[in-house]
């Protein structure tokens, strides 16, 4: 089992930025991906970013150039460094984390944090 808690979520103004942060506990040493979704009101959650065990990243288009995630290992933490934020990135962001098959595939997910940006 993973527990997952973000923080770092408000408001903005479009251009602004914000830092998410992702508190990980529990079977730690079983993630291989650690990823940041949004879901926006009316839509499907969708991904943002993930970074692998390896420190492999992946982006959505609509994100590439403006977002950067990275994890801090002594931390137990990962983070979503958003810049130039827009009305579209508006959205609840959760923290997700996956197991490797070897330790049962497990698929966990924290409580999400809002992210608000006016323009």
């Known amino acids: 089992q993973v527990q997952l808690v973000e923080s770092g979520g408000g408001l903005v103004q479009a251009g602004g930025s914000l830092r998410l942060s992702c508190a990980a506990s529990g079977s730690i040493f079983a993630i291989i991906v650690t990823g940041w979704y949004r879901q926006a009101p009316g839509k499907q959650r969708e991904l943002v970013a993930q970074i692998t065990s390896s420190g492999s990243t992946n982006y959505a288009d609509s994100v590439k150039g403006r977002f950067t995630i990275s994890r801090d290992n002594a931390k137990n933490t990962a983070y979503l460094q958003m810049n130039s934020l827009k009305p579209e990135d508006t959205g609840v962001y959760y923290c997700?984390?996956?197991?490797?098959?070897?330790?049962?595939?497990?698929?966990?997910w924290g409580q999400g944090t809002q992210v608000t940006v006016s323009s």
């Open positions: 997700n984390a996956v197991h490797g098959t070897s330790y049962g595939g497990g698929n966990y």
